[in-house]
């Protein structure tokens, strides 16, 4: 054999030799996978995906999956995920797992250095978390470093997007639109549309509550009156909510919060009852306050 045909035949039989350890890992792993959203686990097929990528990673290196958890959708900001849990439980129990394999690292976790820490932690009990379409060899202190800095980016993408909705959000409230969930006496049209385009109507109930709002307001009645008035109509307020629900603005017509400063700003909703009849309930309310409830100004 010449000898450029033996460097040639050798550099295959080394290239090979690499490739094929890489591959054959082998050992007993298990899958987490994770959407974020109940809309996200329902309807865009990312689960599956998921599932499928990291079943094919696992039977090409040799690695037998013993269990699955996941499959259904857990916020990743925090590592307090029941699914999450119940599989940190279980690769700590079963001493034979070499392996917890996951689509992306930020299907694993964004909680930034306590994911770091949480890897390492997992690592020192001989438990590798492995990225489908990041596969490093963390083995390595390069390899651990770009595991950090995937963790790190992926803590940091969470916060950016937690930025921009604050400030979206606070973007809505200052042109009068509620983004929250629907005040009690009103029903939202449109719940499924962004707050711009939310219609709230005034409901049977509502229009209890008006009545109670009067009822406050010509000062004739006790607390507790209204309280059952209301329950007789189906209209479920405690003592404890009595307060937060009567100083609401949103029934005079306005939105308000802690991203706006406490400012009100006019809404976009039809008012339950008009501004007079309102601040004469809140007067009422501060010169009577309930136990165990803030005195609203």
């Known amino acids: 054999m010449k000898t450029a045909n033996i460097q040639t035949a050798l550099e295959t039989i080394t290239r090979n030799r690499y490739q094929d350890s890489s591959k054959k890992r082998g050992g007993d792993g298990v899958i987490y996978t994770r959407v974020s959203s109940q809309e996200q686990a329902q309807n865009n097929g990312s689960l599956e995906v998921q599932s499928k990528y990291c079943n094919n990673y696992a039977a090409t290196h040799s690695i037998t999956i013993k269990e699955y958890f996941g499959g259904t959708y857990e916020s990743a900001k925090t590592d ?3 699914e999450f849990q119940r599989m940190l439980e279980y690769v700590k129990k079963h001493k034979n797992i070499s392996y917890i394999i996951v689509f992306n690292y930020d299907r694993f976790s964004r909680s930034g250095a306590a994911a770091s820490h949480l890897s390492e932690e997992l690592s020192k009990q001989g438990i590798t978390v492995k990225s489908v379409t990041q596969d490093i060899d963390t083995s390595t202190a390069i390899g651990r470093l770009q595991e950090n800095f995937f963790h790190m980016l992926n803590n940091f993408d969470n916060r950016l997007k937690s930025d921009r909705t604050t400030i979206n959000t606070r973007e809505v409230m200052l042109k009068g639109y509620w983004p929250y969930a629907t005040p009690m006496g009103y029903k939202n049209l449109k719940p499924k549309h962004r707050a711009c385009f939310h219609e709230y109507v005034i409901t049977e109930e509502g229009k209890h509550l008006k ?6 307001a010509d000062g004739k009645c006790q607390f507790k009156e209204v309280v059952e008035f209301l329950s007789r109509r189906g209209v479920r307020i405690t003592k404890t909510s009595f307060r937060h629900v009567f100083s609401n603005p949103f029934y005079a017509g306005y939105v308000t919060g802690r991203l706006v400063g ?9 008012a339950l009852v008009d501004v007079k009849t309102f601040m004469k309930v809140q007067d009422i309310l501060n010169d009577n306050p309930i136990a165990g409830v803030p005195k609203v100004s």
């Open 80 to 82: 307090g995920r029941k």
């Open 211 to 216: 009545r109670g709002f009067q009822m406050v």
């Open 262 to 270: 406490g400012k009100l700003i006019k809404g976009q909703h039809p």
